[in-house]
């Protein structure tokens, strides 16, 4: 749980940053620059919540083992 907490949170703090990269360019950003900011704003956030969803599968399946 640290590691995906530790994960998720520089995963925020890059997002952050490329929010303020976008914000800096202002209305002269070119259209393949603002594409690319999006794509990649997308992609981490789609992998943080696969990350988490992959951890929250694997807690399931612990608390739902057999036990002896």
Same mark, same amino acid.
């Given at each position: 749980?640290?590691?995906?907490? #530790? ?5 925020? #703090?890059?997002? +952050? ?5 976008? +914000?800096? %360019?202002? !209305?002269?950003?070119?259209?393949? $620059? ?5 794509? #990649? ?5 789609? !992998?943080?919540?696969?990350? +988490?969803?992959? %951890?929250?599968? +694997?807690?399931? $399946?612990?608390?739902?083992? !057999? $036990?002896?």
């Amino acid at each position: 749980k640290a590691k995906l907490d #530790t994960y998720l949170s520089s995963s925020e #703090t890059f997002l +952050a940053c490329l929010k303020r990269d976008e +914000a800096s %360019f202002g !209305e002269n950003m070119d259209a393949d $620059k603002k594409s690319a900011i999006i794509s #990649t704003y997308n992609t981490v956030v789609d !992998e943080m919540y696969l990350a +988490a969803n992959e %951890f929250n599968v +694997a807690m399931r $399946k612990f608390n739902h083992r !057999e $036990k002896p």
